[in-house]
């Protein structure tokens, strides 16, 4: 179960017209609660106009910084990241969990790293550039970063200051799809870009891993791209900002009722529950205070394990194979097929 702590806003960036990014102050008696890999997010909880919303931030700072950074770009209709970069201010407090998810990197001896990034996908890949640059000295990171323009560019400046500061290590390459730029590729990344980077700029160097954020188009066209090029895809890891549904998946959602039963915090809740309803929603509708974060299928915040009976998800952009062998759900997206069920949240 996500535990949440009130955490006072260090500090407010404005960082592009639509996005600003925010600086938590950590007490020291939560220090620890708060060590993180590079890549990880947080959880964030608030009540806004007497709702309560919960969103998942990648951290952009580095492990080593004892900072709990995280960057929010404004978008249309978002509850929370509208009241993000508009009205919260320094000194405010905000519901934080503490850090968790599986798109990380820990530095090792000797690597060669290459990510892709567009947009606010940059988040999570900054921690990790900061930790590899900081951490392994003999590793170097290689980024592709895509945007509309400079000024619509989050952390343009942190990295040209990187680039600077660690030229062996850190190389740097803009793509740039409404404005021309020197020393800046124009377009979007696509099959052809990803090839001039791997074939031909980098021919001589052997990337280790990849790692992609970003649209679930881009992330698919690179992938691809990337494993024509000789990676394997346990080499290649990935968040997306959104996913798209599977529709296979979604066929065999039926009319019905199933019995379910959760187990949460070492309780059992059984209920009835359509269907066509999802496992997250209806826990939360019968006042289980199941974890939760995008609601998305994007992140893993709401994993839970079946263990009597079967559910089938129609998103899952996170979760293998092993795991789904197991049982293993993303209950946001996992709509119960059986007419019993059980669900384990603390079988995680």
């Known amino acids: 179960m996500n535990t949440f702590h009130p955490l006072k806003i260090k500090n407010i960036i404005k960082e592009t017209s639509d996005a600003v990014s925010i600086i938590f102050d950590i007490p020291t008696h939560l ?117 509309k323009s400079v000024t619509d560019t989050i952390f343009f400046n942190d990295l040209n200051i990187l680039e600077q500061n660690y030229p062996q290590q850190f190389k740097l390459h803009y793509v740039f799809s409404r404005e021309q730029q020197e020393n800046a590729l124009f377009g979007r990344i696509e099959k052809g870009q990803v090839n001039y980077f791997v074939k031909n700029l980098y021919k001589d160097i052997s990337f280790s891993n990849a790692f992609l954020c970003g649209p679930e188009e881009m992330i698919e066209t690179i992938s691809e791209t990337l494993q024509d090029n000789g990676f394997t895809s346990e080499n290649i890891s990935y968040e997306l900002f959104s996913a798209s549904i599977d529709e296979e998946a979604a066929a065999q959602v039926k009319e019905g009722e199933s019995e379910i039963t959760v187990v949460l915090d070492d309780e059992e809740t059984t209920f009835t529950m359509k269907q066509t309803d999802n496992i997250l929603s209806a826990s939360l509708r019968h006042k289980l205070d199941a974890p939760y974060s995008c609601q998305g299928g994007v992140c893993s915040s709401c994993i839970a394990k079946v263990t009597e009976g079967k559910a089938v998800m129609v998103k899952n952009q996170i979760l293998t194979d092993d795991e789904l062998e197991d049982g293993f759900i993303l209950t946001c997206q996992a709509h119960p097929t059986t007419p019993k069920i059980v669900v384990d949240f603390d079988d995680v």
Not at 40 to 53: L, N, R
Not at 62 to 68: A, C, M, Q, R, V
Not at 105 to 113: M, V
């Open 31 to 147: 220090q620890n609660d708060f060590t993180f890999i590079a890549g990880q997010y947080i959880t964030i909880k608030a009540t806004i106009k007497g709702e309560e919303v919960r969103r998942a931030y990648s951290l952009c700072s580095s492990p080593k910084s004892g900072e709990i950074k995280v960057a929010v770009k404004a978008v249309e209709n978002g509850m929370f990241s509208v009241y993000a970069t508009t009205e919260l201010k320094i000194g405010d407090t905000l519901e934080v969990s503490k850090p968790e998810g599986k798109f990380i990197l820990q530095p090792q001896a000797d690597k060669n790293y290459i990510g892709f990034a567009a947009g606010s996908g940059i988040t999570p890949i900054l921690s990790m550039i900061k930790s590899v640059l900081e951490s392994e000295p003999s590793s170097t990171f290689t980024l592709i970063y895509g945007n």
